[in-house]
């Protein structure tokens, strides 16, 4: 499977976390990964920066951009193919 960084910005006008019904929502979509075919190794949300962080893995980019659909209903989507240190040291450049 291939490694992903995702990125999802939304605004403060647009953020799901007060939203009663969006919120759980939203948890559901991520707990729902492996039946999407996307593992989640990592996420984060920053602190008042309405920013969510993931690191994926996936067979391809579209896959992670299908589960990811709901998210960008609320804001942008960013899905970049990425690498683990090892391999870039490995393959000699980023």
Do not use: Y
């Not at 919120?23 to 920053?46: D, F, R, S």
């Not at 920066?49 to 990811?68: C, G, P, R, S």
């Not at 209903?73 to 960013?78: A, E, L, R, T």
Request: glycine share 6%.
């Amino acid at each position: 499977m291939a490694l992903f960084m995702v990125q999802h910005i939304h605004s403060a006008d647009t953020c799901p976390a007060p939203d009663p019904q969006m919120a759980p929502g939203l948890l559901k979509v991520l707990a729902a990964a492996p039946q999407a075919g996307v593992k989640v190794l990592a996420e984060a949300v920053v602190d008042g920066q309405h920013e969510l962080n993931l690191i994926v893995e996936a067979d391809v980019a579209a896959t992670v951009e299908t589960w990811m659909a709901p998210f960008a209903q609320m804001g942008s989507v960013s899905v970049r193919p990425a690498s683990h240190c090892e391999r870039v040291v490995e393959r000699g450049a980023c």
